[in-house]
């Protein structure tokens, strides 16, 4: 029995996450998913909040093969500090799963073994394209899986999104 842990801010989860979890799921009989920047929503790069992306995920990982324990991680003011911030919130795990320059680095710094997964089409699988397209009004379902986009839709996402990022009209 093993047990993985694997840490995204999931804004939003997309099919880039999903395969990396598929692949994951290959090895590990269980996975400790950390909700990263849990204390951020409501804003242009992290829209949605640490609840919603639970929802997500949950049902995202429904037809995965492995056990899930998705455990929300508020960012905190030292990095020196955070593998033990995580520690402390999370059950214990094996081994990790990243591609997350920092998060590889402060896993490892402390002694904990992480792999690095397969990269998929980041030109269209990545946060930052898929908030864009949000923003302009361009299609992005294809990018995530359906139980996404049936949260976004229920808490009206795509418009809060669109909202927070006009920034305050007093700036301009
Ligand atoms: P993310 O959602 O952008 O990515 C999550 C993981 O999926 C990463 O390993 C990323 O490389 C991978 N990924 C994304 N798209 C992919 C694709 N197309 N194919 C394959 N892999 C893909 O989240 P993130 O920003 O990497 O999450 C790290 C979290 O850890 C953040 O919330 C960050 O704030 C937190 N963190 C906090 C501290 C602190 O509080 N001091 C320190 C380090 C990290």
């Known amino acids: 029995m093993q047990r ?4 995204g801010r999931f804004q939003p989860y997309h099919g880039g ?14 996975l400790v998913v950390g909700i990263g920047s849990a204390d951020k929503s409501h804003t ?29 991680l508020q960012d905190i003011n030292r990095n020196a500090l955070w593998v033990s ?6 059950p214990p795990f094996d081994v990790a799963f990243s591609n997350n320059a920092l998060v590889i680095q402060l896993l490892e710094e402390a002694g904990i ?6 990269v998929f089409d ?5 946060g930052t ?14 990018l995530v899986p359906d139980a996404v986009i049936e949260m976004i839709r229920d808490v009206n996402g795509v418009e809060r999104l669109q909202q927070v990022s006009k920034g305050d009209v007093f700036e301009r």
């Open 113 to 118: 073994e992480v792999r690095r997964g397969p």
């Open 85 to 90: 911030h995580v520690c402390s919130l999370c």
């Open 44 to 72: 242009q790069r992290n829209p949605f909040t640490a609840g919603e992306r639970h929802v997500m995920l949950t049902r995202a990982l429904a037809d995965v093969d492995l056990t899930p324990y998705i455990v929300p």
């Open 17 to 30: 996450h999903h395969g990396v979890i598929e692949r994951i799921a290959e090895t590990v009989d269980e």
């Open 129 to 142: 394209e898929i908030r864009q397209r949000m923003i302009e009004g361009e299609p992005w379902q294809d």
């Open 122 to 126: 980041r030109s269209k699988y990545r």
């Open 4 to 7: 993985g842990f694997y840490v």
